[in-house]
Every structure is written in C-alpha cells, then in structure tokens.
C-alpha cells in the first residue's frame, strides 16, 4: 500500500527546475552525464526497505513489551564476541542480512539499564517514544548547531521547559549536550571564565593571578575531576570538602577551606553542591550552600544530575528548594526523564556570560538577515558545533505524559527505596549502610562473625551471582569506609515485588555461599 507522506509543509511556494521535464533538459547539458554511474545510499527499492523497517519496529515492541520476562543481563558466549572481531566490510550486504546479524549478537546482549530489575550506577531506562523520536530526528536529519527551522526552534523549547521544571529564570539560558558530564563541564567552564579576573579565552590559565580554588564534597562526582583537569586547573584545584553522616558537604570545613585558601593565595571561585550523590543520593544543603556562595562572592554550581528534576515531583520537590539560587545546574534528562541516551542540560543563569564562553562567528558561520542562517546560533552555547536533534525524544514525551507524571514517577522511585530499606530492616542477615534519602540503597549481607575483606568479598560474590543469573543488576561502592551492594532506583518499570524479590534472592545467595 502506498499512502502519501503526512510530512507536508502548508504549501510549496517553488517548482524545482530539477522536477519533471526541467530535470531531463539540465542532465542533458551536461556532456556525458549518462557515462557517469552516480550512486547513492538510498534504497534502489524503496517497498523491500518498508517492510524491513515495519518488521524492525514489530520486533522492538515485542523486546520492550517482554522486557521484564528476560534476564537483565546474561554475558555473551564467545562466538558473539568474536562475532565483532570481523574486519572492515568491503562488498555489501543485504539490508535483512544486517539486520539479522544485529538482532542475533547486540539485542540479545544488552546492558540491562530498560529492565525492571536493572538497579546499577546511575541510569535511565529509556522509552518507546524516545525511540521513536531519535528515529524521526534521524530522518529529518537536521543539524543543531543552529539555524533558522524548526528543529532548531524545538531544541531551544526544551530548554525553556527544564528551566520551567526547575524554576530557574526565562532569562537564564542553556543547552542540550550528551549528558550530565558535558553539562557539568559546560557550566564549570563558564564559571572559571568569570571568576578568573582575566581574559581566559584570549590569555589562557597561565596569565591568572591566584590559581582559583573549586570546592565540592567528597562525594561528588568523577566528571567535576575530568572537568578541572580539561580546563587546565587541575586536580589540586578541585578541593575535597569531607561529608557529615549523612553524607552532605560539612559547611562548617567548607567554610573554613576557603579561609585557608585566601589566606594562602589562592582565589576560591566556585561551589559545586550536589543534588542527589552518585554514592547515596545524599543532598547538599542548597540554601546553606546559597548564602555561602553569596557571601563569599562564589560561582555556585548545583551538580543535579540526579535530584534537579526532583523538582517536579510533587512529594519531593522540597527537597531541591534553593536550587533555582544556583549560577548554574547540570541536569540529566536521560536518568529520571528516561530519555534514551543521551541527553544532558546545563542551564546558566547569565546567559550572556554563556555566550561570551563559548561564542566564536567564523565567516562561513555569519548570520544572515533571512532565509536558513537568520537565527541565533545554538553552537555558541558550548563545544560541539554539530549537534544533533536530541531534544526531539525529551520533547515528545513529556508531550505525550505530561510533566506531572514525570514527577510522580519519581516519587514513585523514591517510596520504592523507602520500601526496599524497609525490607532490609526487617531482614536480620542485611543491614543498611547508609541512611537512604532518594532512590538509592546501600546495604550489604552481614552474617556474624564475617567482616573486613572476607565480607567484601562475600558481597561482590553475591552481587555477581545475581548478575550472571540474570535477576538482578545491582553494583557496588564503598562509603565513608564501608564497602556495600547499591541500588539505585532510577527506574519507570521497576514494581515493589522486583525489590521483594531481589532481597530474597540476596539472602538466599549469601547464605549459599556463606553457609550462614
Ligand atoms: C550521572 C551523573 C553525572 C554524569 O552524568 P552523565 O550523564 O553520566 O555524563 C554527574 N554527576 C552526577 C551526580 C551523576 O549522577
């Protein structure tokens, strides 16, 4: 059946000279033309391609629709991982060849991160729309680097929308990149161009005066080490604040770090808080950290990659009040707005500080007074130029849901771990090893009389069992000392008999391999 396309603009205000007859006389001009074997990637046949494509879209609903009756993950047997040793294809393939090779050796073997009971580090579990979204992006194939089409209007939407999720002005501005560590980096970039009382871009860090002093706790994330050493402050300039027991940065060392570093000569220059740590969910006091910042004529950063969209949830939100005082927020649309990979956001409140970071107009990039480059530029906001249509699948499904929804699956989330902690409790051979405070639980098997590296040692075991069993995708960590199995619910299809189970598994687990 062929139906004409529904991707119809209102109306066509020009006939190609390309089209129809026109077509015929300008290919005959050309002297030779029908020597010349011009090839193209598109389809000889297009009907062999749409059934391919309708089955392709068959079967991924069968995957996602059976997901939970998979395991979450199972290691791949040594004929796959041979499979990808092949060397660089030189002939072609039929399209249905390639397809099957994909459906038999990658969607088997998965990561696991869309399962129910997928619980490891820190992600999301995706979603169909978003799928479908990346797939119509594809299509369209626009390049968000800027211009004047609607790609480029929609991409600039979403941001206006996380800055509304998160109460930060209309003013601010912000930009769609590959996730929280890009966005991390972005804002933190902004940050030191503004505190270095030099011109950085011009001068470079050399030609500053004191070396500036970042501050986060010891619980903050990896990317902000990244992040110092790529803009070439380094390690030492991020200072390491020590946590309270509740694993939130202890403002009275802060306080005290930053007195020693203006007395020692350095330029204490930003304050990373975080919204949610990777290690236990734990929340930085936003206000506290606010006044500080203030006060101390600081850069404050709010790292929420994972707890910023806590704002919209309406049993939780007030745990992020404050976070619309920050100078900048890092935000992961692909963890609790389950955006397929990837999506992050940085929004920053001085948008013409952003600018003036990253803005450079080479003469092929000037804009013009109408027509496809009569528009800002969205590639001044950060490092790509290129950039691709990843806001289509935020878009779509917050359209599709509603915010509020999104909000009540985190709440959702959250009562998940209180539930799971409760479990835990009441289970005499585990023990919570952290207090929880979002969605994430750390808690270890502790038989008596087992403790230090053995008990390590016996949890990892588990942890692995439950992996290659396919039941269950926890990881680990170790807080304040203590090594201990984490779950991190960031999870739309997660339900609380997944949590029962995983508790009874790991009970019976280690008592298997402990004999307690
Ligand atoms: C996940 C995470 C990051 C990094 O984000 P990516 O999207 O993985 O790059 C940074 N900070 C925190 C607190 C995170 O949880």
């Known amino acids: 059946m062929k139906r004409n396309s529904p991707f119809r603009a209102p109306r066509r205000a020009f006939n190609s000279p390309l089209d129809g007859d026109g077509r015929e006389a300008a290919v005959n001009n050309v002297e030779n033309a029908r020597d010349v074997a011009e090839e193209t990637l598109d389809p000889g046949d297009w009907s062999d391609v749409q059934a391919l494509s309708h089955r392709i879209v068959d079967d991924s609903i069968a995957y996602l629709r059976d997901i939970g009756r998979r395991p979450v993950w199972q290691e791949m047997p040594p004929e796959v991982k041979t499979f990808f040793e092949a060397s660089l294809p030189r002939s072609p393939a039929p399209l249905a060849e390639v397809y099957r090779e994909v459906a038999e050796n990658v969607m088997p073997y998965p990561m696991g991160n869309i399962h129910p009971r997928f619980w490891s580090w820190y992600m999301g579990a995706g979603n169909f729309t ?17 211009g004047n089409h609607a790609a480029a209007l929609l991409d600039g939407q979403v941001v206006n ?6 109460g930060f002005p209309a003013s ?9 560590s890009m966005s991390n980096l972005i804002a933190l970039t902004v940050a030191r161009n503004v505190k270095a009382g030099v011109d950085v871009r011009e001068e470079g860090v050399a030609s500053i005066d004191k070396p500036l002093r970042f501050y986060g706790s010891d619980q903050a994330h990896s990317c902000h080490r990244k992040a110092l050493e790529a803009l070439g402050l380094g ?14 940065i202890d403002i009275p060392a802060l306080k005290k770090a930053i007195a020693e570093d203006r007395a020692g000569g350095f330029h204490p220059a930003c304050v990373i808080a975080t919204a949610g740590t990777v290690n236990t969910g734990a929340i930085d006091d936003l206000e506290a950290l606010a006044r500080l910042a203030a006060e101390e004529d600081l850069w404050l950063h709010v790292d929420g990659c ?19 005082h920050a100078d900048s927020i890092a935000l992961d649309p692909h963890k609790w707005l389950h955006a397929p990979f990837e999506v992050g956001c940085v929004l920053i409140r001085d948008a013409s500080a952003h600018r003036d970071t990253f803005a450079v107009t080479p003469e092929y990039l000037e804009s013009t007074p109408r027509g496809l480059a009569s528009a800002a530029w969205l590639h001044e906001y950060g490092l790509q130029t290129t950039r691709g249509f990843r806001a289509l699948k935020v878009w779509m499904a917050l359209k599709e849901h509603g915010v509020e ?4 699956l985190i709440d959702q989330n959250i009562a998940q771990a209180a539930f799971l902690s409760r479990l835990i409790r009441n289970e005499p051979l585990l023990e919570l090893v952290a207090p929880t405070s979002i969605n994430i639980v750390c808690f270890r098997f502790r038989p008596k009389g087992v403790d230090g590296e053995s008990l390590k040692a016996l949890n990892i ?7 290659e069993l396919g039941t269950a995708a926890l990881s680990d960590t170790t807080v304040h000392g203590e090594h201990c199995l984490r779950v991190a619910i960031n999870n739309h299809r997660t339900r609380r008999e997944d949590l029962r189970l995983l508790v009874d598994e790991a009970v019976r687990l280690g008592r ?3 004999g307690a």
Do not use: Y
């Open 172 to 180: 601010a501005s912000g930009t769609l990149v590959s996730g929280g």
């Open 405 to 408: 929804k999104f909000g009540r």
């Open 161 to 166: 929308w996380c800055k509304q999720m998160i």
């Open 130 to 146: 978003g799928a479908l979204a990346d797939f119509l992006a594809a299509v369209q194939g626009s390049n968000l680097g800027g």
């Open 512 to 514: 298997h391999i402990s």
């Open 306 to 324: 994972i707890g910023a969209l806590m704002a919209i949830a309406p049993k939780n939100g007030h745990r992020v009040a404050c976070i619309e």
């Open 235 to 248: 390690n030492r300039a991020l200072r390491r604040i020590p946590t309270d027991r509740d694993l939130r």
């Open 461 to 467: 075991e588990i942890m692995l069992r439950l992996q």
